[in-house]
Structures are given as C-alpha cells and as structure tokens.
C-alpha cells in the first residue's frame, strides 16, 4: 500500500541553523500538507500547498520556514534559521485531488531537536 | 478558533474490557472528523473517517459516532486487547481544509 514517507527520521541541529526536512508523499496525491507537534501538545498545523503554492499557512509558519516542491516527487519544509522552541516532531500529509472530506495520509514524522 | 477537547486524558483499562473515548469540539461547520492512532513517537495511523453526514463508522472492534448538533465524537474499541495501548487522536476538518487536533487519550490496556 502507497505510504507517505519522510526523511530523516530524527535531525539534530544548532540553534540558528537552516534545516531541511523532507517527505514524498503519495503519487496520485496533489494536496500536501505540513503538521508539527511539540511535546506533550496538540499536533498543529502549518501549511497546505496545492498546485505549486501555498494554499493555506497558520500564525506558526512565518518567515523563518517556506515549503517547496523541487521535482515531481519530493515536499520539502525549510526552517531557515531555527529556534529552541522549533524542537518538535513534524509530519508531513497529502490527500488525492477531490474534496476536502477526503482522508490525509500521514508520515511516520522527522523528529527535530534544536540545541 | 476551533477546539477539540478529548477526555479523558488518559486511562488504563483491564485487557477485554470496552474502551470509550470522548471528543468534543467547538466548530459546528466540519466537513468531517477522524480518529488517529499514534504509538509513542511515531507517526499518525487514520482509523476511522465520518463525513459530516454521517453518524457513524465501524470498523472490526472500533466504532465511532459523530452528532454534529452537540459537537461530540465518540470512539469506541470492544474487547481491549494490550495492543491497543496507544494515545487515540480526534481532529476535524473545516472549509480551510486544515485538520484541527486533539491533544489525545492516551490509553494502557493491562494484561
């Protein structure tokens, strides 16, 4: 069965680097989404990007990440210089082109730690 | 703002009893509601899907219900087996197409 997958698994960093994390999401799917969850908190969400730009960004995702689509396959979500409290697990999810009540299929996530 | 508030937070059951886990929320609009399955630091595995207008879904030992009008959702898992010790999810869907998450039950099923 097609899976969304991610990479890396786990991304250790220095605080004020650039980090890239990446997904390839289903093949036939055209919505790709991105997901973080802190901790102990609530998963939230970041970003929807249909048919090459973003279609929808929360208050969480300012300046400091962008998303790409840099070839046919891969999702990519850059964090440009990152922060202690960028220390989460972040998962990446795509839905097939059709409505919104469509399931979103998700990743197994990158955890990322901030030192 | 939307808010999804799942209770109880966490609780531990004999293997073989009934699971029944509470989801609420504020937003009356939703296209639908899922319920997730997370393992300790793992991903999201979907388990059910209601659509708006539905009033429920079944699959094998889960079923879950969804009354729109009171903003509840419920989850239920027959016969507790240990393996499904996990933290269960409630998140909706709205027009803005973003799915809007619980912060989860976590539950232990004990042998």
């Known amino acids: 069965e097609p899976e969304v997958t991610q990479t890396p698994s786990h991304q250790v960093t220095q605080m004020g680097q650039e980090v890239i994390l990446r997904c390839v999401p289903i093949s036939n799917h055209l919505y790709f989404y991105w997901y973080r969850q802190i901790l102990g908190q609530k998963v939230e969400f970041l970003v929807s990007?249909?048919?090459?730009?973003?279609?929808?960004k929360s208050e969480i995702f300012d300046d400091q990440f962008s998303v790409e689509r840099p070839d046919g396959s891969n999702f990519t979500l850059k964090i440009r210089s990152t922060k202690l409290e960028d220390s989460a697990m972040y998962f990446c999810?795509?839905?097939?082109?059709?409505?919104?009540?469509?399931?979103?299929?998700f990743g197994p996530g990158t955890r990322l730690t901030v030192l | 703002k939307q808010e999804v508030t799942q209770i109880p937070a966490a609780l531990s059951v004999p293997e073989g009893e009934n699971l029944v886990l509470n989801c609420s929320f504020t937003d009356s609009a939703i296209y639908n509601l899922q319920w997730f399955r997370q393992d300790p630091g793992k991903g999201l595995t979907s388990l059910l899907l209601?659509?708006?207008?539905?009033r429920e879904q079944t699959s094998g030992r889960l079923n879950a219900s969804l009354d729109k009008s009171s903003g509840r959702s419920t989850l239920y898992i027959a016969a507790s087996q240990p393996g499904d010790s996990a933290t269960y999810l409630c998140a909706h869907t709205t027009g803005n197409n973003r799915l809007a998450f619980g912060k989860g039950n976590q539950v232990v099923v004990i042998p």
């Open positions: 990007f249909y048919n090459n730009e973003i279609s929808e």
């Open positions: 209601i659509q708006s207008s539905q």
């Open positions: 999810a795509s839905r097939p082109l059709g409505s919104a009540t469509d399931t979103q299929y």
